[in-house]
């Protein structure tokens, strides 16, 4: 069984770093009924590929009882696919062989495993019930996806296709932790048969390997029923992979979100591929003006409160991370959005390949859902949410509330919406009609204000709301802009 992964990026051998396996060397770990070997059949500047070799001891798993289920054939337990195809023992190999790459640590070059790499995945033999199967659970994280079924036996085409293809897969951006970790749920979840016992532990794992991904993910269920296996353990753990919170804890249970809303919720990383221009109602050169003012302002107003810890929440391309990089008092930046297409083209309008490594440890740009509980939020003394809850469902602004509001709860948030009352001044509007076409929702004064004073209430913030942007007399000011303070 062989697996390899390539990148790339510029310098290529980065990925030694980042595995934690010298490029140089053959290693190899031992793994329950074998040992994976771990070699780079390419290594240059431009391009590197680490191979992973799985040498499975089919006897030693017959010794152990656990080959396959056994209703087979009477020399199943020896003659198997187990050797050949892979299996969970890939998935085991893999923590194994890369622990440390699948944690995101990398003590040389801590910066390196939140870059977004362009990588390439080759697994030589994975069973699949159609190549359509592969495509579906693999293209909605992003990867462009490419099979090839393998004959049952090339010499006899007649007997026509086994279960078994090559799996290529490419993305343009991604970190390097999130693919082994995708591969490491999804490979067992396609194989159907898995070598180790199932039980609660299994769905810790899976809670914990799928938190920043599986709840966006539209086959989320039949990923954890595959992976989970017996009936018993799959609907307690959907509810809480689906739960804002990571864990069931008790404040939680108001933003628990119903299977209902599931269908919603999946599309998360689809929504934003709209959110760019197209479609947008708003005159083009006015909209930039006004966006520029927003950001200028925001951007004042953090200097102003000597932040030195900031988010960038919903971040987009980078434009306001820009301008906070200017600003010497401010230590760390996160950026956030949940599209990968805005965070690449971020990545490559702030031009962080090139940046000098003191500028570049400033700045960490990371894809994550503000509808989730995302522990790398908290710490931080300022949050930027510049134009972003528009593009939530209304309905799921709870969630959105205590992500932020109860568990992240930086010390002061700057987070615009626009003025719904403005929209008569845009000649193309009708009443009623949204500035953009993936608005959800567009809120007055009074329903932005409403919303602003309750969330502060429930978890200790002040709040002003001002208007943003040069005032009308009549309809008042394009956007609008919360600041919440944290009282305590
Ligand atoms: N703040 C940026 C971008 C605003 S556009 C700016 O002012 O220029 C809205 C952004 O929110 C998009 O980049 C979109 O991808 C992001 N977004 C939408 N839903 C999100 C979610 N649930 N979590 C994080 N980001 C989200």
């Known amino acids: 069984m062989l697996l390899t992964i390539s990148t790339t990026h510029q310098p290529a051998t980065d990925l030694g770093y980042l595995l934690h396996k010298n490029p140089a060397r053959l290693q190899s770990v031992d793994i329950a009924y074998g040992q994976a070997h771990v070699f780079y059949p390419e290594a240059s500047a431009t391009r590197c590929t680490a191979a992973l070799l799985l040498d499975i001891d089919t006897v030693a798993l017959v010794r152990n009882h656990r080959g396959p289920a056994g209703e087979g054939f009477a020399l199943?337990?020896?003659?198997?696919?187990?050797?050949?195809?892979?299996?969970?023992?890939?998935?085991?190999?893999?923590?194994?062989?890369?622990?440390?790459?699948?944690?995101?640590?990398?003590?040389?070059?801590?910066?390196?495993?939140?870059?977004?790499?362009?990588?390439?995945?080759?697994?030589?033999?994975?069973?699949?019930?159609?190549?359509?199967?592969?495509?579906?659970?693999?293209?909605?994280?992003?990867?462009?996806?490419e099979t090839d079924a393998h004959p049952l036996d090339p010499t006899v085409p007649e007997w026509g296709e086994s279960r078994y293809y090559t799996l290529r897969l490419r993305h343009a951006g991604c970190r390097l932790r999130d693919l082994?970790?995708?591969?490491?749920?999804?490979?067992?979840?396609?194989?159907?048969?898995?070598?180790?016992?199932?039980?609660?532990?299994?769905?810790?794992?899976?809670?914990?390997?799928?938190?920043?991904?599986?709840?966006?993910?539209?086959?989320?269920?039949?990923?954890?029923?595959?992976?989970?296996?017996?009936?018993?353990?799959?609907?307690?753990?959907?509810?809480?992979?689906?739960?804002?919170?990571?864990?069931?804890?008790?404040?939680?249970?108001?933003?628990?979100?119903p299977a209902a809303e599931i269908t919603a919720a999946a599309d998360e990383a689809n929504e934003t591929e709209q959110v760019v221009p197209a479609s947008t109602t708003e005159p083009v050169a006015e909209k930039q003006k006004l966006h520029d003012l927003r950001l200028a302002r925001i951007a004042e107003e953090i200097r102003r409160v000597g932040a030195k810890r900031v988010l960038d929440l919903g971040c987009g391309e980078g434009k306001l991370v820009r301008q906070l990089l200017q600003?010497?008092?401010?230590?760390?930046?996160?950026?956030?959005?949940?599209?990968?297409q805005e965070l690449l083209?971020?990545?490559d309008r702030l031009h962080l390949a090139e940046m000098p490594p003191r500028q570049r440890e400033r700045l960490t740009l990371v894809q994550g859902s503000l509808l989730y509980h995302d522990p790398r939020l908290a710490g931080y003394d300022a949050a930027a949410v510049v134009e972003v809850i528009e593009h939530l469902d209304e309905g799921r602004l709870a969630a959105f509330e205590l992500v932020l509001f109860a568990r992240a709860r930086p010390g002061v948030v700057f987070l615009t919406t626009p003025n719904a009352t403005y929209n008569q001044k845009f000649e193309k509007l009708s009443a009623g009609q949204f500035r953009h076409s993936d608005h959800r929702f567009e809120w007055t004064e009074q329903e932005f204000t409403a919303w602003a004073t309750a969330v502060a209430e429930r978890h200790g913030y002040r709040v002003r709301v001002e208007p943003l942007g040069p005032e009308d007399a009549q309809v008042g000011a394009p956007s609008q802009m919360a600041v919440f303070e944290r009282a305590v």
Not at 218 to 230: A, H, K, S
Not at 232 to 237: I, S
Not at 241 to 251: P, R
Not at 327 to 340: A, C, K, N, R, T
Request: aromatic residues 10%; glycine residues 4%.
């Open 76 to 145: 199943e337990q020896y003659v198997n696919d187990r050797p050949y195809a892979a299996s969970s023992f890939l998935s085991t190999a893999l923590v194994k062989a890369f622990n440390t790459a699948m944690n995101g640590t990398c003590k040389d070059r801590p910066e390196l495993p939140e870059t977004l790499l362009p990588l390439e995945v080759t697994v030589a033999a994975l069973p699949a019930s159609s190549a359509e199967q592969l495509h579906r659970l693999f293209a909605p994280l992003g990867y462009a996806v």
């Open 180 to 257: 082994l970790t995708h591969l490491y749920v999804l490979i067992p979840v396609l194989d159907n048969d898995k070598h180790y016992w199932i039980g609660p532990a299994e769905a810790e794992k899976l809670l914990h390997r799928g938190a920043d991904w599986l709840p966006q993910h539209p086959d989320r269920e039949f990923i954890t029923r595959r992976y989970l296996r017996f009936a018993e353990y799959v609907n307690p753990t959907l509810k809480r992979l689906l739960a804002t919170e990571g864990a069931a804890t008790d404040d939680a249970a108001g933003v628990v979100l």
């Open 327 to 340: 600003q010497p008092q401010i230590e760390f930046i996160l950026g956030m959005d949940v599209s990968y």
């Open 345 to 347: 083209r971020a990545q």
